[in-house]
Protein backbone atom coordinates (compact mmCIF):
# COMPACT_ATOMS: atom_id res chain seq x y z
CA UNK A 1 0.00 0.00 0.00
CA UNK A 2 1.09 3.05 -0.96
CA UNK A 3 2.68 5.77 1.99
CA UNK A 4 4.30 8.86 1.45
CA UNK A 5 3.59 12.32 -0.49
CA UNK A 6 2.09 15.06 0.96
CA UNK A 7 -0.76 13.89 1.72
CA UNK A 8 -1.93 10.33 3.05
CA UNK A 9 -2.54 8.17 0.01
CA UNK A 10 -1.81 4.78 2.76
CA UNK A 11 -5.63 3.78 2.28
CA UNK A 12 -7.50 3.17 -0.74
CA UNK A 13 -10.15 5.25 -2.12
CA UNK A 14 -12.89 2.22 -1.08
CA UNK A 15 -11.29 1.67 2.31
CA UNK A 16 -12.42 6.17 3.03
CA UNK A 17 -15.84 4.97 1.93
CA UNK A 18 -18.54 6.15 4.75
CA UNK A 19 -22.26 5.21 4.32
CA UNK A 20 -24.02 8.32 2.96
CA UNK A 21 -21.39 10.56 2.15
CA UNK A 22 -21.62 12.11 -1.46
CA UNK A 23 -19.58 13.07 -3.98
CA UNK A 24 -22.09 14.47 -6.36
CA UNK A 25 -25.11 16.40 -6.21
CA UNK A 26 -27.62 15.85 -8.66
CA UNK A 27 -29.28 18.26 -10.55
CA UNK A 28 -33.58 18.76 -10.21
CA UNK A 29 -35.68 16.17 -12.12
CA UNK A 30 -36.81 17.94 -15.36
CA UNK A 31 -38.90 15.16 -17.19
CA UNK A 32 -41.61 13.17 -15.69
CA UNK A 33 -40.58 10.58 -12.69
CA UNK A 34 -40.24 7.25 -14.07
CA UNK A 35 -40.91 4.13 -12.25
CA UNK A 36 -38.03 1.70 -11.89
CA UNK A 37 -36.96 -1.19 -14.51
CA UNK A 38 -38.08 -4.38 -12.51
CA UNK A 39 -36.01 -5.46 -9.73
CA UNK A 40 -34.59 -8.63 -11.54
CA UNK A 41 -32.77 -5.89 -13.51
CA UNK A 42 -31.15 -4.04 -10.84
CA UNK A 43 -27.45 -5.02 -9.26
CA UNK A 44 -26.48 -4.27 -5.71
CA UNK A 45 -23.75 -6.13 -6.41
CA UNK A 46 -21.58 -2.99 -7.72
CA UNK A 47 -19.59 -1.24 -4.39
CA UNK A 48 -18.78 2.10 -5.23
CA UNK A 49 -16.88 4.27 -2.75
CA UNK A 50 -19.11 7.10 -0.91
CA UNK A 51 -16.50 9.48 -0.76
CA UNK A 52 -16.98 13.42 -1.12
CA UNK A 53 -15.18 15.34 -4.06
CA UNK A 54 -12.39 17.11 -2.38
CA UNK A 55 -11.59 13.52 -1.18
CA UNK A 56 -11.05 12.39 -4.62
CA UNK A 57 -9.51 14.82 -5.71
CA UNK A 58 -6.71 15.19 -3.02
CA UNK A 59 -6.46 11.17 -2.88
CA UNK A 60 -5.70 11.51 -6.77
CA UNK A 61 -3.29 14.67 -6.53
CA UNK A 62 -1.44 12.69 -3.82
CA UNK A 63 -1.06 10.14 -6.11
CA UNK A 64 -0.06 11.53 -9.16
CA UNK A 65 2.93 13.64 -7.00
CA UNK A 66 4.23 10.39 -6.02
CA UNK A 67 5.46 10.27 -9.51
CA UNK A 68 9.02 11.72 -10.33
CA UNK A 69 8.05 14.15 -13.60
CA UNK A 70 9.78 16.69 -15.92
CA UNK A 71 8.16 19.39 -13.89
CA UNK A 72 8.79 18.68 -10.48
CA UNK A 73 12.54 16.88 -10.48
CA UNK A 74 15.23 16.49 -12.82
CA UNK A 75 15.07 13.99 -15.63
CA UNK A 76 18.20 12.93 -16.88
CA UNK A 77 16.64 9.69 -18.89
CA UNK A 78 19.26 9.24 -21.56
CA UNK A 79 17.95 8.63 -25.25
CA UNK A 80 14.13 10.00 -23.87
CA UNK A 81 14.98 13.70 -23.79
CA UNK A 82 13.05 14.33 -20.62
CA UNK A 83 13.35 18.16 -20.95
CA UNK A 84 11.09 21.09 -19.97
CA UNK A 85 8.24 21.54 -22.24
CA UNK A 86 7.43 25.76 -22.51
CA UNK A 87 3.66 26.09 -21.43
CA UNK A 88 3.02 28.22 -24.25
CA UNK A 89 3.25 25.09 -26.61
CA UNK A 90 -0.05 23.58 -24.79
CA UNK A 91 -1.73 27.01 -25.04
CA UNK A 92 -1.36 27.10 -28.33
CA UNK A 93 -2.57 23.35 -28.75
CA UNK A 94 -5.26 24.30 -26.63
CA UNK A 95 -6.63 26.88 -29.14
CA UNK A 96 -10.10 26.34 -29.49
CA UNK A 97 -9.59 26.38 -33.72
CA UNK A 98 -7.11 23.81 -33.11
CA UNK A 99 -8.29 21.44 -29.84
CA UNK A 100 -11.70 21.29 -31.36
CA UNK A 101 -11.41 20.90 -35.50
CA UNK A 102 -12.11 17.21 -36.47
CA UNK A 103 -9.96 15.70 -38.78
CA UNK A 104 -13.05 15.09 -41.06
CA UNK A 105 -13.74 18.36 -41.15
CA UNK A 106 -13.75 19.49 -45.38
CA UNK A 107 -10.02 21.19 -46.57
CA UNK A 108 -12.14 24.54 -46.99
CA UNK A 109 -12.85 24.67 -43.32
CA UNK A 110 -9.22 23.40 -42.35
CA UNK A 111 -7.19 25.79 -44.40
CA UNK A 112 -5.53 26.99 -41.10
CA UNK A 113 -5.02 23.81 -39.63
CA UNK A 114 -3.09 22.76 -42.89
CA UNK A 115 -0.95 25.71 -43.02
CA UNK A 116 0.43 24.93 -39.78
CA UNK A 117 1.09 21.34 -40.78
CA UNK A 118 2.63 22.70 -44.51
CA UNK A 119 4.49 25.50 -42.64
CA UNK A 120 6.17 22.64 -40.21
CA UNK A 121 6.57 20.58 -42.95
CA UNK A 122 8.80 23.03 -44.59
CA UNK A 123 10.09 23.58 -41.13
CA UNK A 124 11.48 20.01 -40.62
CA UNK A 125 12.60 19.73 -44.04
CA UNK A 126 14.78 23.06 -43.65
CA UNK A 127 15.98 21.87 -40.20
CA UNK A 128 16.88 18.16 -41.47
CA UNK A 129 18.26 19.13 -45.33
CA UNK A 130 15.28 17.26 -46.62
CA UNK A 131 13.00 17.57 -49.45
CA UNK A 132 10.34 15.30 -48.32
CA UNK A 133 7.90 15.54 -44.99
CA UNK A 134 5.03 13.35 -43.61
CA UNK A 135 3.57 13.93 -40.24
CA UNK A 136 1.28 11.27 -40.08
CA UNK A 137 3.26 9.04 -38.30
CA UNK A 138 2.25 8.86 -34.44
CA UNK A 139 5.65 7.94 -32.48
CA UNK A 140 9.39 7.35 -33.43
CA UNK A 141 9.29 3.46 -34.17
CA UNK A 142 6.01 4.06 -36.32
CA UNK A 143 8.17 6.48 -38.22
CA UNK A 144 10.88 3.82 -38.46
CA UNK A 145 8.35 1.02 -39.58
CA UNK A 146 7.10 4.21 -42.43
CA UNK A 147 10.43 4.56 -43.49
CA UNK A 148 11.88 1.40 -43.78
CA UNK A 149 8.65 0.42 -45.74
CA UNK A 150 9.48 3.22 -47.91
CA UNK A 151 13.36 1.96 -48.49
CA UNK A 152 11.36 -1.70 -49.48
CA UNK A 153 9.20 0.42 -51.97
CA UNK A 154 11.99 2.44 -53.73
CA UNK A 155 13.93 -1.02 -54.21
CA UNK A 156 10.76 -3.07 -55.04
CA UNK A 157 10.25 -0.15 -57.69
CA UNK A 158 13.84 -0.65 -59.66
CA UNK A 159 12.68 -4.41 -60.05
CA UNK A 160 15.70 -5.00 -57.43
CA UNK A 161 13.67 -7.76 -54.84
CA UNK A 162 17.03 -9.52 -53.72
CA UNK A 163 17.89 -6.66 -50.91
CA UNK A 164 16.34 -8.68 -47.95
CA UNK A 165 18.98 -7.19 -45.17
CA UNK A 166 19.12 -4.66 -42.93
CA UNK A 167 22.46 -3.60 -41.29
CA UNK A 168 21.98 -1.73 -37.47
CA UNK A 169 24.51 -1.12 -35.27
CA UNK A 170 24.76 -3.08 -32.10
CA UNK A 171 24.11 -0.27 -30.12
CA UNK A 172 21.65 0.55 -31.89
CA UNK A 173 17.73 1.34 -30.18
CA UNK A 174 15.64 -1.98 -29.98
CA UNK A 175 12.95 -0.17 -31.80
CA UNK A 176 15.44 -0.09 -35.24
CA UNK A 177 15.53 -4.04 -35.55
CA UNK A 178 12.27 -4.68 -34.97
CA UNK A 179 10.87 -2.06 -37.49
CA UNK A 180 13.28 -3.31 -39.61
CA UNK A 181 11.74 -7.10 -38.94
CA UNK A 182 8.11 -5.84 -39.27
CA UNK A 183 8.78 -4.80 -42.56
CA UNK A 184 10.22 -8.17 -43.84
CA UNK A 185 14.07 -7.62 -43.49
CA UNK A 186 16.78 -10.07 -42.40
CA UNK A 187 18.50 -8.18 -39.66
CA UNK A 188 22.10 -8.10 -39.21
CA UNK A 189 24.18 -6.55 -36.70
CA UNK A 190 26.93 -3.86 -37.58
CA UNK A 191 29.70 -3.90 -35.02
CA UNK A 192 31.27 -0.67 -33.22
CA UNK A 193 34.70 -0.05 -33.42
CA UNK A 194 36.55 0.79 -30.44
CA UNK A 195 35.79 4.61 -30.85
CA UNK A 196 32.09 3.68 -30.69
CA UNK A 197 31.52 4.39 -34.70
CA UNK A 198 30.32 1.86 -36.95
CA UNK A 199 33.19 -0.44 -38.24
CA UNK A 200 34.13 0.26 -41.73
CA UNK A 201 35.74 -2.99 -42.16
CA UNK A 202 32.02 -4.95 -40.80
CA UNK A 203 30.18 -2.56 -43.37
CA UNK A 204 32.53 -3.25 -46.48
CA UNK A 205 31.50 -7.33 -45.60
CA UNK A 206 27.97 -6.69 -45.38
CA UNK A 207 27.90 -4.15 -48.45
CA UNK A 208 26.25 -6.75 -51.58
CA UNK A 209 23.59 -6.66 -53.23
CA UNK A 210 21.41 -8.03 -50.79
CA UNK A 211 21.58 -5.25 -48.80
CA UNK A 212 18.75 -2.98 -48.57
CA UNK A 213 20.25 -0.41 -46.22
CA UNK A 214 21.49 0.68 -42.75
CA UNK A 215 19.84 1.92 -39.93
CA UNK A 216 22.39 4.28 -38.34
CA UNK A 217 21.45 6.61 -35.06
CA UNK A 218 23.21 9.86 -34.96
CA UNK A 219 24.19 10.65 -32.44
CA UNK A 220 24.97 7.23 -32.05
CA UNK A 221 23.33 5.66 -28.47
CA UNK A 222 26.52 5.96 -27.05
CA UNK A 223 26.24 9.54 -27.39
CA UNK A 224 28.60 10.06 -29.92
CA UNK A 225 28.65 11.25 -33.48
CA UNK A 226 29.73 8.56 -35.92
CA UNK A 227 33.32 10.24 -37.12
CA UNK A 228 32.75 7.82 -40.24
CA UNK A 229 29.55 9.28 -41.23
CA UNK A 230 29.94 10.45 -44.36
CA UNK A 231 32.04 7.21 -45.73
CA UNK A 232 29.91 4.77 -44.21
CA UNK A 233 26.77 6.77 -46.40
CA UNK A 234 29.54 6.53 -49.25
CA UNK A 235 29.81 3.18 -48.92
CA UNK A 236 25.99 1.72 -48.55
CA UNK A 237 25.29 4.16 -51.47
CA UNK A 238 27.61 2.79 -53.59
CA UNK A 239 26.65 -1.39 -52.92
CA UNK A 240 23.29 -0.02 -53.85
CA UNK A 241 21.92 0.49 -50.63
CA UNK A 242 19.88 3.21 -48.50
CA UNK A 243 20.70 5.10 -45.17
CA UNK A 244 17.85 5.20 -42.90
CA UNK A 245 18.84 7.46 -40.14
CA UNK A 246 17.07 7.48 -36.65
CA UNK A 247 17.16 11.36 -35.73
CA UNK A 248 15.13 10.94 -32.31
CA UNK A 249 17.90 12.88 -30.80
CA UNK A 250 18.29 16.16 -32.90
CA UNK A 251 18.90 17.95 -29.86
CA UNK A 252 22.52 17.37 -30.19
CA UNK A 253 22.72 18.82 -34.14
CA UNK A 254 20.35 21.25 -34.46
CA UNK A 255 21.38 23.82 -36.28
CA UNK A 256 24.66 22.62 -36.69
CA UNK A 257 24.47 20.19 -39.06
CA UNK A 258 21.94 18.36 -41.52
CA UNK A 259 21.27 14.53 -41.69
CA UNK A 260 20.25 15.08 -45.61
CA UNK A 261 23.73 16.97 -46.28
CA UNK A 262 25.79 13.98 -44.81
CA UNK A 263 23.85 11.66 -46.84
CA UNK A 264 21.08 10.11 -45.52
CA UNK A 265 18.52 9.11 -47.59
CA UNK A 266 15.06 8.83 -45.15
CA UNK A 267 15.10 9.48 -41.35
CA UNK A 268 12.41 9.98 -38.46
CA UNK A 269 12.13 13.12 -35.83
CA UNK A 270 10.83 12.28 -32.72
CA UNK A 271 8.85 15.67 -31.77
CA UNK A 272 7.91 14.65 -28.52
CA UNK A 273 11.71 14.93 -27.63
CA UNK A 274 13.46 17.53 -29.72
CA UNK A 275 10.46 19.63 -30.12
CA UNK A 276 9.25 19.67 -27.00
CA UNK A 277 5.79 17.34 -26.13
CA UNK A 278 5.65 16.23 -22.71
CA UNK A 279 5.81 12.17 -22.97
CA UNK A 280 6.75 9.02 -21.15
CA UNK A 281 3.95 6.61 -19.91
CA UNK A 282 3.40 5.96 -23.58
CA UNK A 283 2.45 9.24 -25.88
CA UNK A 284 1.37 10.97 -27.31
CA UNK A 285 4.22 11.37 -29.81
CA UNK A 286 4.81 12.56 -33.53
CA UNK A 287 7.54 10.55 -35.77
CA UNK A 288 7.44 12.59 -38.84
CA UNK A 289 9.74 11.02 -41.70
CA UNK A 290 12.44 13.35 -43.58
CA UNK A 291 13.72 11.94 -47.17
CA UNK A 292 15.73 12.53 -49.91
CA UNK A 293 14.05 13.66 -53.36
CA UNK A 294 14.23 9.78 -54.66
CA UNK A 295 12.41 8.64 -51.42
CA UNK A 296 9.40 11.26 -51.82
CA UNK A 297 6.99 9.77 -53.82
CA UNK A 298 7.18 6.92 -50.79
CA UNK A 299 5.94 8.83 -48.12
CA UNK A 300 3.15 7.62 -46.12
CA UNK A 301 -0.14 9.64 -46.87
CA UNK A 302 -1.09 12.44 -46.23
CA UNK A 303 1.14 15.07 -47.08
CA UNK A 304 0.37 19.07 -47.15
CA UNK A 305 0.57 20.34 -50.19
CA UNK A 306 0.45 24.20 -51.36
CA UNK A 307 -1.60 26.04 -54.31
CA UNK A 308 -3.94 23.41 -54.34
CA UNK A 309 -7.92 24.11 -54.35
CA UNK A 310 -11.31 23.14 -52.72
CA UNK A 311 -11.88 22.10 -56.80
CA UNK A 312 -13.88 25.69 -57.52
CA UNK A 313 -10.63 27.19 -56.51
CA UNK A 314 -11.88 30.23 -55.12
CA UNK A 315 -10.97 28.69 -51.38
CA UNK A 316 -8.20 27.40 -50.23
CA UNK A 317 -4.78 27.12 -50.86
CA UNK A 318 -3.34 24.06 -49.05
CA UNK A 319 -4.88 20.46 -49.43
CA UNK A 320 -4.30 17.13 -48.42
CA UNK A 321 -2.47 14.82 -51.23
CA UNK A 322 -1.28 11.86 -51.54
CA UNK A 323 2.44 10.99 -53.06
CA UNK A 324 2.08 9.33 -56.14
CA UNK A 325 3.56 5.79 -55.20
CA UNK A 326 2.79 5.97 -51.32
CA UNK A 327 3.44 3.45 -49.05
CA UNK A 328 -0.14 4.28 -48.14
CA UNK A 329 -1.85 5.37 -44.20
CA UNK A 330 0.26 4.96 -41.13
CA UNK A 331 -2.75 6.53 -39.19
CA UNK A 332 -6.23 7.14 -39.44
CA UNK A 333 -6.01 11.08 -40.07
CA UNK A 334 -3.11 13.34 -40.57
CA UNK A 335 -0.90 12.47 -37.40
CA UNK A 336 -1.16 13.84 -33.73
CA UNK A 337 -2.42 17.22 -34.69
CA UNK A 338 -2.09 18.68 -30.94
CA UNK A 339 1.94 17.59 -31.02
CA UNK A 340 2.39 19.08 -34.45
CA UNK A 341 1.28 22.71 -33.08
CA UNK A 342 3.42 22.39 -29.97
CA UNK A 343 6.36 21.89 -32.33
CA UNK A 344 5.45 24.58 -34.65
CA UNK A 345 5.13 26.96 -31.45
CA UNK A 346 8.51 25.93 -30.76
CA UNK A 347 10.18 26.29 -33.50
CA UNK A 348 8.51 29.70 -34.07
CA UNK A 349 9.27 31.18 -30.12
CA UNK A 350 12.90 30.06 -30.47
CA UNK A 351 13.42 31.14 -34.23
CA UNK A 352 17.18 30.54 -36.04
CA UNK A 353 19.49 31.48 -32.84
CA UNK A 354 17.50 29.49 -30.57
CA UNK A 355 17.32 26.45 -32.46
CA UNK A 356 21.15 26.52 -32.49
CA UNK A 357 21.46 27.10 -28.87
CA UNK A 358 19.24 24.10 -27.86
CA UNK A 359 22.47 21.85 -29.22
CA UNK A 360 25.05 23.93 -27.76
CA UNK A 361 23.27 23.98 -24.57
CA UNK A 362 22.46 20.01 -24.79
CA UNK A 363 26.11 19.57 -25.72
CA UNK A 364 27.75 21.54 -22.95
CA UNK A 365 25.38 20.04 -20.35
CA UNK A 366 26.30 16.46 -21.52
CA UNK A 367 30.23 17.01 -21.41
CA UNK A 368 30.08 19.20 -18.26
CA UNK A 369 28.58 15.93 -16.58
CA UNK A 370 31.49 13.86 -18.37
CA UNK A 371 33.91 15.71 -17.14
CA UNK A 372 32.87 16.14 -13.50
CA UNK A 373 32.45 12.62 -13.10
CA UNK A 374 34.47 10.83 -15.38
CA UNK A 375 37.19 10.44 -12.63
CA UNK A 376 34.73 8.16 -10.46
CA UNK A 377 32.50 6.43 -13.13
CA UNK A 378 33.98 4.27 -15.68
CA UNK A 379 34.02 6.00 -18.72
CA UNK A 380 34.12 3.30 -21.69
CA UNK A 381 34.34 5.77 -24.76
CA UNK A 382 36.92 8.57 -23.83
CA UNK A 383 35.72 11.56 -26.43
CA UNK A 384 33.77 14.82 -26.19
CA UNK A 385 30.27 13.54 -26.37
CA UNK A 386 27.36 14.81 -27.42
CA UNK A 387 23.51 15.46 -25.76
CA UNK A 388 23.98 12.19 -23.27
CA UNK A 389 27.16 10.58 -21.58
CA UNK A 390 27.25 6.98 -21.03
CA UNK A 391 29.27 5.94 -18.20
CA UNK A 392 29.37 2.73 -16.59
CA UNK A 393 29.26 1.71 -12.84
CA UNK A 394 31.73 -0.71 -13.28
CA UNK A 395 33.97 0.33 -10.96
CA UNK A 396 31.15 0.51 -7.88
CA UNK A 397 30.19 -2.87 -9.19
CA UNK A 398 33.97 -4.28 -8.16
CA UNK A 399 32.54 -3.20 -4.24
CA UNK A 400 29.05 -4.46 -4.63
CA UNK A 401 26.99 -1.99 -5.94
CA UNK A 402 25.85 -1.98 -9.26
CA UNK A 403 24.57 0.57 -12.11
CA UNK A 404 20.86 -0.65 -10.97
CA UNK A 405 21.45 0.21 -7.45
CA UNK A 406 23.29 3.84 -8.46
CA UNK A 407 20.02 5.10 -10.22
CA UNK A 408 18.01 3.33 -6.88
CA UNK A 409 20.02 5.47 -4.85
CA UNK A 410 19.54 8.38 -6.73
CA UNK A 411 15.86 8.53 -5.87
CA UNK A 412 16.40 9.49 -2.68
CA UNK A 413 18.99 12.46 -3.78
CA UNK A 414 15.78 13.40 -5.64
CA UNK A 415 16.77 12.80 -8.65
CA UNK A 416 15.10 10.41 -11.89
CA UNK A 417 17.50 7.89 -12.59
CA UNK A 418 19.39 7.74 -15.82
CA UNK A 419 18.69 5.04 -18.15
CA UNK A 420 20.27 1.94 -17.23
CA UNK A 421 21.65 -1.28 -18.79
CA UNK A 422 21.44 0.76 -22.28
CA UNK A 423 22.73 0.62 -24.93
CA UNK A 424 23.80 -2.93 -24.75
CA UNK A 425 27.63 -2.87 -25.60
CA UNK A 426 28.34 -1.01 -22.66
CA UNK A 427 28.34 -2.88 -19.32
CA UNK A 428 26.65 -1.03 -16.51
CA UNK A 429 25.54 1.31 -18.11
CA UNK A 430 24.62 4.95 -16.87
CA UNK A 431 23.25 6.80 -19.77
CA UNK A 432 22.69 10.28 -18.66
CA UNK A 433 20.75 13.10 -20.58
CA UNK A 434 20.94 16.68 -18.81
CA UNK A 435 19.09 18.30 -21.53
CA UNK A 436 19.43 21.91 -22.75
CA UNK A 437 16.98 22.74 -20.15
CA UNK A 438 18.57 22.43 -17.20
CA UNK A 439 20.90 24.96 -15.39
CA UNK A 440 24.33 24.89 -13.62
CA UNK A 441 23.26 24.66 -10.33
CA UNK A 442 20.91 21.55 -10.74
CA UNK A 443 24.04 19.91 -12.60
CA UNK A 444 26.51 20.71 -9.85
CA UNK A 445 23.41 19.19 -7.06
CA UNK A 446 23.15 16.28 -9.57
CA UNK A 447 27.20 16.19 -9.68
CA UNK A 448 27.55 15.97 -5.90
CA UNK A 449 24.56 13.52 -5.62
CA UNK A 450 26.44 11.33 -7.58
CA UNK A 451 29.89 11.84 -5.98
CA UNK A 452 28.00 11.31 -2.50
CA UNK A 453 27.24 7.57 -3.91
CA UNK A 454 29.82 6.87 -5.14
CA UNK A 455 31.64 7.59 -1.94
CA UNK A 456 28.53 5.58 -0.16
CA UNK A 457 29.95 2.42 -2.27
CA UNK A 458 32.70 2.31 -0.24
CA UNK A 459 31.56 3.11 3.15
CA UNK A 460 28.37 1.29 2.94
CA UNK A 461 27.61 -0.91 -0.07
CA UNK A 462 24.52 -2.78 1.28
CA UNK A 463 22.71 0.32 2.25
CA UNK A 464 22.99 1.31 -1.69
CA UNK A 465 22.47 -2.20 -2.57
CA UNK A 466 18.76 -1.31 -0.33
CA UNK A 467 17.83 1.98 -2.36
CA UNK A 468 15.72 3.58 -2.29
CA UNK A 469 14.93 4.21 1.16
CA UNK A 470 12.76 7.64 1.28
CA UNK A 471 10.22 6.83 -1.60
CA UNK A 472 6.84 5.40 -1.30
CA UNK A 473 7.45 2.29 -1.77
CA UNK A 474 10.69 0.60 -2.72
CA UNK A 475 12.38 -2.33 -5.24
CA UNK A 476 9.26 -3.26 -6.93
CA UNK A 477 8.93 -6.30 -9.19
CA UNK A 478 8.97 -4.31 -12.52
CA UNK A 479 8.19 -7.03 -15.14
CA UNK A 480 5.79 -8.26 -12.70
CA UNK A 481 4.02 -5.13 -12.79
CA UNK A 482 4.07 -4.83 -16.51
CA UNK A 483 2.98 -8.51 -17.22
CA UNK A 484 0.65 -8.91 -14.23
CA UNK A 485 -1.41 -5.64 -13.94
CA UNK A 486 -3.38 -5.17 -10.81
CA UNK A 487 -5.60 -2.17 -11.52
CA UNK A 488 -8.93 -3.52 -9.98
CA UNK A 489 -9.79 -2.77 -6.82
CA UNK A 490 -11.58 -5.96 -5.44
CA UNK A 491 -13.15 -6.37 -2.30
CA UNK A 492 -11.85 -9.15 0.26
CA UNK A 493 -13.12 -12.29 0.36
C1 LIG B 1 12.93 7.12 -28.26
C2 LIG B 1 13.72 6.54 -29.35
C3 LIG B 1 13.11 5.78 -30.35
C4 LIG B 1 11.65 5.39 -30.33
O1 LIG B 1 10.74 6.44 -30.23
P1 LIG B 1 9.25 6.18 -29.73
O2 LIG B 1 8.53 7.47 -29.94
O3 LIG B 1 9.35 5.79 -28.29
O4 LIG B 1 8.67 5.07 -30.55
C5 LIG B 1 13.90 5.32 -31.39
N1 LIG B 1 15.22 5.57 -31.41
C6 LIG B 1 15.84 6.29 -30.46
C7 LIG B 1 17.32 6.54 -30.56
C8 LIG B 1 15.11 6.79 -29.39
O5 LIG B 1 15.75 7.50 -28.43
Not at 4 to 32: A, I, N
Not at 237 to 264: I, P, Q, S
Not at 426 to 436: D, R, S
Request: hydrophobic share 40%; proline share 6%; with cysteine.
Amino acid sequence: MLKGGSRDTGKLLMERSVPGRMGVVTPLLDVPLQPMPDASLLRDDLSLPEVSEPEVVQYFTALSQLNFSIDTQFYPLGSCTMKYNPKINDEMAFLPGFAAIHPLQPEEQSQGALELLYRLQEFLGEITGMAGVSLATLAGAHGELAGVLMMRAYHHAQGDTGRTKMAIPDSAHGTNPASAAMAGFDVVSLASDKDGNVDLEALHELAGPDLAGVMITLPSTLGLFDQNIVEVCRIVHEAGGLVYGDGANMNALLGRTKLGDLGFDVIHLNLHKTFSTPHGGGGPGAGPVCCAPILAPYLAAPVVAAGGSNGNGSVGTYSLSSPEQSIGKMSGYHGNFGVLVRAYTYIRTLGDAGIKSISGNAVLNANYLLQALKDIYYLPYDRTCMHEVVLSADWQRARGVSGLDVAKRLLDYGFHAPTMYFPLIVHEALMIEPTEAENRDTLDAFIQALRDINQESFDDPDFVHHAPHTTPVSRLDEAGAARHPDLRWRPEA
